[in-house]
């Protein structure tokens, strides 16, 4: 398996709900990331787990909420979100931890497209 | 303060011929420079990297290019193909701590004419 899968692929909310975006690989890699991409825009980091720890929050809201279950898993729970958080919501893991030296690519899953109205 | 740049926001080429795309960067610490490719609705991929130590990395038809002097990197697609057409986004690494996250750049809109 060497793929990042993320669902769902499409997620209509409102201000008031409450759900989760989940990310999936099982190719070993140590490091998974949250990104947040808005159209014609680069991807912005938000979150960083290396070994299942959260090493970096990019001040990101309180209403975002990330989880790291184990090390082939990572969530972002959703609440009380507003009209400007509607983007694509990426995955991305790599083989090692962010603090390791050498190559270390990310690789993407497709993303979730959030919409919240 | 953008640190990575990408100042052609679209780029349309013929197939066949040669893409170009060009990236500037202005933090001489980056050690680890990437290219992504992203089609509409999907998420990027990545197609090369290149150390900091290198001046040039090939993979089949994509060759980067580095010039640590002019802080400055280039993708070269030969030939290009309709299935390149895509955004292309450059990104760089720090060295430490949590520099070691990816800055990207804005990208480029890479047009393919069959």
């Known amino acids: 398996d060497t793929e990042v899968t993320q669902t769902p692929k499409h997620l209509v909310m409102g201000m008031t709900n409450k759900k989760s975006l989940k990310c999936e690989q099982h190719?070993?890699?140590?490091?998974m990331y949250w990104y947040k991409q808005k159209a014609k825009k680069p991807p912005e980091l938000m979150f960083v787990y290396s070994y299942e720890k959260l090493s970096i929050n990019e001040s990101v809201p309180s209403r975002f909420s990330p989880e790291c279950p184990n090390s082939s898993l990572l969530n972002l729970h959703l609440h009380a979100l507003q009209p400007e958080d509607s983007a694509l919501y990426l995955c991305?893991?790599?083989?090692?931890?962010?603090?390791?030296?050498?190559?270390?690519?990310?690789?993407f899953g497709p993303g979730t497209r959030l919409t919240v109205l | 303060d953008q640190q990575v740049k990408q100042n052609s926001p679209s780029l349309s080429v013929q197939e066949g011929r040669i893409s170009i795309l060009n990236c500037d960067y202005t933090n001489s610490m980056f050690d680890y420079f990437l290219w992504y490719k992203k089609y509409p609705a999907e998420g990027p991929t990545f197609l090369i990297s290149?150390?900091?130590?290198?001046d040039k990395n090939e993979d089949g038809r994509f060759t980067v290019f580095l010039n640590k002097s002019a802080k400055h990197l280039s993708l070269h697609i030969v030939p290009s193909q309709p299935g390149d057409s895509a955004v292309y986004f450059c990104?760089?690494?720090?060295?430490?701590?949590?520099?070691?996250?990816?800055?990207f750049g804005s990208g480029t809109q890479l047009t393919v004419l069959p």
């Open positions: 991305a893991s790599s083989l090692k931890a962010l603090w390791d030296r050498g190559p270390n690519e990310q690789f």
């Open positions: 190719m070993g890699h140590r490091a």
């Open positions: 990104a760089a690494r720090g060295t430490s701590g949590s520099a070691r996250q990816l800055t």
């Open positions: 290149i150390s900091s130590i290198k």
